[in-house]
């Protein structure tokens, strides 16, 4: 197939990109580079550096690269800053997604993978989160992807555009060739190895008084490769109808306490953790199911190991101590 990936240049499109075109896809990354970077764009994959706010610019590219599909991962997605700013979370999620979609439309695309957030969901009481679970995101970022989702929704109604929608907590873990590098930083596995290569001199622990087998929060952690495989199963079955799918570590998820000492014994380093009090608004539990996505798609994730998830990270950030360009 011929498919656009946008924000192909980011830490999970680099993967996507690679992972399509290891299975003979031709692929054109569609980013600004605002956030990703050149080196992180598959060897392979064509390059358009422009902006989903540039509308002539998608619509051109659509039609004289005859896409297919397209693989939607261009957006914001820093939940602090989204509640600081929330405009720019509207203006990236929401209005440049429908400038994408109304593209796909002149151009007759209609076939659309969305890399959505299980923050959609907001913190339900009951664990792991399934598709049933009710939306009531806590905050812009999971609202406006949310928001987009619903779109998605109409546009299918409308037009008959098929997607589906990826919802999942934390990507983590690299390829050979590509791995995680923004900036800055909030994800704790990425910052846990940044302190064990003495780029930080802690880890701030928000809070170690949950009720958690060891008090600090469990969240859900997937190889980015398995992700990347699940985007592309989404691919095979669009013409079966429109479908949201949740994607989760498929355990009881790893507390903040389980990926610092896995961190510890993977590097060698001691990794100083310093606690601190619990934040706004951190549920103590956030883990996703995904028992939907491997009975209809047959996703069978092969890396959702901690300790592989946490090797791949450090002999990323050990080939790139710096990061992609710096
Ligand atoms: N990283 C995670 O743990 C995680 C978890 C759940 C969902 N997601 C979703 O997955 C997607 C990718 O996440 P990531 O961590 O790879 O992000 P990233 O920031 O590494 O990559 C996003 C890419 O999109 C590009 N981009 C952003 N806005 C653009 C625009 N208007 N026009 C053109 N390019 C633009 C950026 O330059 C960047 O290369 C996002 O949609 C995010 O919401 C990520």
Known sequence: MKILVTGGAGYIGSVVTEELIKDGHDVVVYDSLYKGHRDAIAPGAEFVQADLADSSTLTSTLKSRAIEAVIHMA???????????????????VLNGLNLLDAMRESSVKRF?????????G????????????????????????????????YDEAFGMKFVSLCYFNAAGASERFGEDHDPESHLIPIALQAAAGKREAVEVYGND?????????????????????????LGIMDQGSRIYNLGCGGDGYSVNQVLETAREVTGKPIPAR?????????????????KIKKEL??????????IIIETAWRWLQKHPNGYNR
């Open 275 to 291: 606690i601190g009090p619990r934040r706004p608004g951190d549920p103590s539990v956030l883990i996703a199911a995904s028992d």
């Open 113 to 121: 993978v969305f890399s959505s957030t299980a923050a959609t969901y």
């Open 298 to 307: 047959g996703w069978k994730p092969e890396l959702q190991d901690l300790r």
């Open 123 to 154: 913190e339900p009481e009951q664990q792991p989160i399934t598709e049933e679970a009710a939306n009531a995101p806590t905050n812009p970022y999971g609202e406006t992807k949310l928001t987009f989702e619903h779109a998605l929704h109409w």
């Open 75 to 93: 957006a914001d997605s820093l939940v602090g800053e989204s509640c600081q700013n929330p405009a720019k979370y509207y203006r990236n999620n």
């Open 210 to 234: 949950y009720p958690t087998p060891d008090g600090t929060c469990v969240r859900d952690y997937i190889h980015v490769i398995d992700l990347a495989r699940a985007h592309i199963l989404a």
